[in-house]
């Protein structure tokens, strides 16, 4: 059989990139091609139990190298009804052993935590990687508070960070707000105790980076704390996506693209999003999205007000709006009605020249 040239079988490989099997397969054929193999089966790691996280140790101990292709890490530890009828058995825990494998992974970008119990975790500064910029940490416990800010410290490289669901024991150590000057986006989802994190978050300075900020609100107090944030954040701030409402101006001078998510019931009137929008100090505001869950009609959005908002000055660098509607089972509409509705509705943002997107979520 005549030589392939190597960048012509690296690029034929590229395309199993979701083809496990053939993958293994190519990776033994011949010295050639297993790089390029490897690179595609060892990209993305997902550890689901004790079991998977000690074989991938004990795999990345006896052949270091495949360490170097690993660029996202997910480590997920799900509780069976087996497992809890099952007399425990005597291994090494996930947390155990996570510290080890984080250390033969030299380029990792991206690591997932999800429901991982990291209180047994004697020192969370072991888990310290300095090329990790993105962390998403969902539903962890910790012991302490100042344990998540630790952990969160130990990556000096981190850009992106997406939490929900933690929570800890005790607040009893003073945690330590090292600064995290390269973090850019941060995404607070539900279950979190908001107060507490935002308290952080200032302490650590971290409002004066933050370019792109998610926040999932549970209740009025949560969006009452967000406020004042925002108003710290605001000259940074280029994306807002908000899954709630809050009060009072603010002041996001550099904000060029907004998010705004919330459900549209039967009988409920929306006043907060043209009363947000009035306060909302954003001149270099570009694209507005609004992504609503539709339930009921959508006469209970106030379209006169939100046109009028729109045309004012204020907004007159806005290009883009799009309408996303999830249609639930019980509104008798269709995706086609739903559209037309809004695009009479909102047909003088269009006449000023401004983009209408319309689509279903």
Not at 137 to 150: G, N
Request: charged share 20%; glycine share 6%; proline share 6%.
């Amino acid at each position: 059989m005549p030589n392939v040239p190597l960048e012509l079988s690296d690029y034929i490989i590229d395309f199993l990139h979701k083809d496990a099997r053939t993958l293994a397969v190519c990776a033994r054929v011949c010295r050639a091609w297993t790089p390029a193999s490897r690179f595609h089966l060892f990209r993305s790691i997902v550890l689901q139990n004790h079991h998977f996280t000690t074989s991938f140790q004990r795999l990345l101990k006896t052949t270091p190298d495949l360490g170097y292709y690993v660029r996202e890490l997910t480590v997920a530890k799900f509780v069976t009804p087996s497992a809890v009828f099952r007399p425990a058995k005597l291994a090494p825990s996930v947390e155990d052993t996570l510290p080890r494998v984080l250390a033969h992974l030299p380029h990792l970008r991206s690591l997932t935590l999800a429901h991982i119990d990291l209180k047994s975790v004697a020192e969370l500064s072991a888990l310290h990687h300095p090329s990790l910029t993105e962390a998403t940490f969902s539903f962890c416990q910790f012991a302490d508070f100042a344990d998540l800010v630790d952990l969160v410290s130990s990556f000096p490289s981190l850009a992106k960070l997406s939490i929900a669901g933690l929570t800890w024991k005790e607040e009893l150590r003073v945690p330590v707000a090292k600064p995290l000057p390269a973090l850019r986006t941060l995404a607070l989802g539900r279950e979190l105790d908001a107060e507490r994190l935002f308290e952080w978050l200032v302490a650590a300075g971290l409002h004066t980076s933050i370019t792109s900020l998610a926040v999932r609100c549970a209740s009025e107090r949560d969006t009452d704390l967000v406020g004042p944030f925002l108003t710290l954040a605001g000259p940074a701030l280029h994306s807002l996506d908000l899954d709630w409402s809050f009060s009072g101006d603010k002041n996001c001078t550099a904000l060029e693209s907004l998010r705004l998510q919330f459900p549209v019931h039967y009988s409920a009137s929306l006043p907060w999003i043209v009363s947000l929008l009035e306060t909302l100090e954003a001149p270099t505001l570009r694209a507005l999205a609004l992504d609503i869950r539709l339930l009921g009609g959508l006469a209970s959005l106030d379209w006169d007000g939100l046109n009028g908002v729109l045309a004012a000055p204020a907004y007159a660098s806005l290009g883009a709006l799009g309408v996303g509607v999830n249609l639930w089972p019980g509104v008798h509409r269709d995706m086609a009605e739903v559209e037309g509705i809004v695009r009479e509705r909102l047909a003088p943002f269009g006449k000023r020249g401004g983009v209408l997107q319309c689509s279903k979520i």
